[in-house]
């Protein structure tokens, strides 16, 4: 390990593509990548280490020279937000686990001053409450200086101070009211009266704080670590974006509020003993730091409740703009101020919502808010690609589709951001062709496939979502987390990152292979939960088959992914290995074709009963070319068109639309989108996790279509292997012409399609300089070359 640091980082950060980070790993003293550290994890001396506590730490020093650089490394557990003189310049640490625990490297030089400067970092832990997607160990803090000159602000006892905030206690989730699984930590309840206000600030008085615990030296990933839980990696991603964002509409009151306060403006003054609530539509729905600042208000209560949509007394949705003879349901934070004079609240952590409703009991004393916004969060994704076309509503699919995407990415990729924030990797395939499509950057996929690597247990399976702090395992999520593999390898041209997986895909692939019934030949009973789709006739997602054996739909799963990875395989020389899952894939079909193909109805069952017939079985018959290529056309025809078949929701949908774009459907993607149109017609303005009655109303897994648009209509696809040729392959269907731009490793795409008549087509092209691939439309192929082109494909074809 001694070595390995230094050039993974540089490799990781080797992309045209990408944007400078923000946090400078190209700056780490590579001695602190391969020997423990001087500096110290800190604690409080008294408080538990595993309890619910909101911690502030201090360090004051003096310097008589502006330095140009400062570098620092700056890790907590669980959490915590950095201050320097006062401005804030980080938040952390990116999740991970304990055996790859990030720290964040930053330059403090740009907010330094001459004479007396002070850190401060306040730190929580959420203890019993804590997220699901937060792992943890015990509540610490940590600062290394990268060179002699920054350590004099190395974490120890002796230099820092620290102080328990008995402000805050936490405000845990009524789940009774949601009535659904969710797992994102508690919300705030502050108590102002005793808050340290001023606690970040140069001036303030620390006297009085405590002398902080040590708990040891910290380490560094691959060294022994003594008694350190943590093993210390460098964050590999940028930032999250942080950017005010008012909140724009007054939806209803009780009272008469100026809303110049939303504006910071003007005030809202809510006299003595008064009750007043006040309902505010951020008309979109978005990820974000919500901040008050108010006056007096002695002996107050503001309660302010977040969620993503209103509801009906029968707890429906219905409408999302519609407010009438709804309520709100949702988790809470609680502000009890303490009478002084412009107090600041922002939550520790983001909330999701569109509509916050803030319930407010003044007591003796007058109060007045100055001010209402919130900062937006997420993964700083840019949408480089645009498309339009003539297609109904595509710009505003591809507005709310690239919303949803940015709401599910944060420091890992999630599967909805206010209900779990957990990175499961069946979504995290998805997202992450629509993150490498439209914004070009790849590094949140490959922290995603590093993790779920990290994540793997004794008998070889990835986690199913991962970072967590309490396991779960859906099998065939360690299949598509393969198939992610596979998908960087065809899209980054990267082979020796791809090839640190293979000894742990075959893991997983072995594990699958240990399942096979020998009696059948397709997967046996399998353990754990075999979610595929969210279908009523799938008990919690799970086809019936999986727990008694003979389900085609994950034995084709298996089979889908031994066929990418004898490809992939062979392409790294392990030909044996590659030979050996040839044979074991076309024994799984032969014998899912054999058990499960309905002659009657000539299509594929999900299992040897014969009793069900989804779509989900059909597409993977397709998928893996189970089917007789005489064949094919007709069993995908009557996947789209045979309505008793069980239809896919969102989520499979993505493997339906791969289906038919193997098969030559795509030019039918057009209609396929009617969900989404529908969606769009009942007001939501992220995609949801399944049809109505949703319980998410924003799902990574749904905001496919702008994969579908670059990908599909476009058809902008690898050729080979590190994206090193282009296919473009358009699939317009009743559209007549489309534009599209995305980024590409070697500079941007454009592709500029017009019918021509019934069955020609003009294609003004430009490729990066260096990249070649080829035109395909009605089965003509037509040869490009880096540079700007254009090709009139009919009776002739035509280059200039």
């Known amino acids: 390990m001694k070595n390995i640091w230094p050039a993974l980082l540089l490799l990781f950060f080797l992309n045209p593509i990408r944007s400078e980070p923000i946090y400078p790993v190209e700056n780490i003293n590579p001695d602190l990548l391969n020997q423990r550290w001087s500096a110290e994890w800190i604690s409080h001396p008294n408080h538990s280490l595993f309890d619910y506590g909101v911690f502030h730490f201090r360090r004051a020093f003096d310097l008589n020279d502006l330095p140009e650089t400062f570098f620092v490394h700056v890790s907590a557990d669980n959490r915590y937000k950095l201050f320097v003189n006062g401005q804030r310049v980080s938040i952390g640490p990116a999740r991970g686990d304990l055996e790859q625990w990030r720290f964040e490297t930053i330059d403090l030089a740009p907010f330094l001053r001459s004479g007396k400067n002070v850190l401060a970092a306040v730190v929580w832990n959420m203890g019993q409450e804590i997220p699901f997607a937060q792992v943890t160990y015990q509540t610490g ?3 290394q200086g990268n060179s002699e000159t920054e350590k004099i602000v190395n974490t120890s006892p002796e230099t820092w101070r620290i102080l328990h905030n008995k402000a805050y206690s936490p405000l845990p989730v009524d789940k009774s009211a949601l009535r659904t699984f969710i797992v994102i930590g508690p919300g705030d309840n502050i108590d102002a009266s005793v808050y340290p206000w001023g606690w970040n600030e140069i001036e303030f008085d620390d006297s009085d704080w405590l002398e902080p615990q040590s708990l040891g030296r910290a380490v560094p990933y691959g060294i022994r670590q003594w008694s350190q839980p943590w093993a210390l990696v460098p964050r590999m991603i940028p930032a999250m974006q942080d950017s005010l964002v008012r909140i724009t509409k007054i939806a209803q009151s009780t009272g008469d509020p100026n809303p110049d306060f939303l504006k910071g403006t003007g005030d809202w003054t809510i006299p003595p003993n008064t009750r007043v609530t ?7 729905l978005s990820t974000a730091y919500p901040c008050l600042s108010l006056s007096n208000g002695g002996g107050a209560t503001i309660t302010l409740t977040y969620s993503e949509a209103l509801f009906d007394n029968k707890r429906q949705k219905g409408h999302r703009d519609h407010i ?15 009478g002084g004079d412009h107090r600041h609240f922002e939550t520790l952590w983001f909330r999701t919502f569109r509509f916050i409703e803030m319930e407010i009991q003044t007591a003796g004393q007058p109060l007045v808010l100055h001010d209402f916004h919130s900062r937006f969060t997420a993964y700083p994704f840019k949408d480089v690609a645009t498309f339009e076309a003539d297609l109904k509503n595509v710009e505003k699919i591809w507005e709310v589709g690239w919303r949803t995407a940015r709401l599910c990415a944060n420091e890992t990729y999630y599967d909805c951001p206010y209900y779990e924030q957990l990175q499961y990797a069946g979504d995290t395939r998805i997202q992450t062709f629509i993150s490498l499509y439209v914004s070009g950057d790849d590094r949140l996929m490959r922290k995603a496939i590093q993790q779920f690597k990290e994540s793997r247990n ?13 396991p779960q395992i859906i099998p065939p999520y360690s299949l598509f987390w393969a198939a992610m593999v596979h998908d960087y390898w065809m899209l980054r041209d ?20 240990q399942h096979i019934n020998p009696a059948t030949g397709m997967l046996g009973p399998l353990p754990w939960w075999n979610f595929v789709d969210w279908v009523s006739p799938y008990p919690s997602g799970e086809p019936i088959a999986t727990k008694v054996g003979n389900s085609s739909v994950v034995t084709l799963q298996y089979a889908y992914l031994l066929d990418m990875m004898q490809e992939l395989f062979d392409a790294f020389d392990r030909h044996i290995t590659a030979q050996h899952f040839r ?18 109805r000539g299509l594929l069952a999900d299992d040897p009963t014969k009793e069900l017939f989804t779509q989900h079985a059909n597409v993977m018959g397709i998928l893996t070319d189970l089917f007789p290529q005489d064949q094919q056309y007709d069993i995908m025809t009557k996947i789209l068109t045979d309505t008793t078949l069980t239809e896919c929701t969102f989520y499979y949908k993505f493997y339906l639309f791969r289906a038919m774009q193997k098969q030559g459907f795509a030019d039918q993607l057009t209609e396929q989108l009617e969900p989404w149109h529908e969606m769009l017609d009942i007001g939501l303005s992220t995609f949801a996790e399944k049809p109505e009655p949703t319980r998410s109303d924003c799902h990574a897994w749904s905001a496919s279509p702008l994969y579908e648009f670059l990908a599909t209509i476009a058809g902008i696809l690898p050729a080979e292997p590190g994206f090193k040729k282009i296919k473009i392959a358009p699939a317009l269907g009743p559209l007549t012409r489309c534009r599209a731009t995305m980024p590409h490793p070697q500079g941007q795409i454009t592709v500029d399609l017009e019918r021509v008549g019934e069955t020609g087509l003009k294609a003004e092209i430009r490729l990066p300089e260096g990249l070649t691939g080829e035109l395909q439309w009605n089965n003509r192929t037509v040869s490009l070359y880096g540079g700007s082109q254009t090709v009139v494909v009919d009776k002739s074809t035509e280059i200039y």
């Not at 990267?494 to 292979?513: G, M």
Request: contains cysteine; negative net charge.
């Open 141 to 143: 803090f940590l600062m």
């Open 278 to 284: 006040v309902l505010l539509d951020q008309e979109c």
């Open 324 to 338: 009438k003879g709804k309520s709100i349901i949702g988790y809470q934070d609680r502000i009890r101020p303490d």
């Open 458 to 470: 004794a008998e070889g399976l990835t986690q199913s979502r991962y970072p967590h702090s309490l």
């Open 494 to 513: 990267d082979p020796e990152f791809v090839a640190s997986f293979l000894a742990d895909i075959k893991a997983v692939l072995d594990w699958f292979e």
């Open 583 to 600: 044979e074991i894939s076309n024994l799984l079909k032969e014998s899912t074709l054999t058990l499960c193909w309905d002659k009657e």
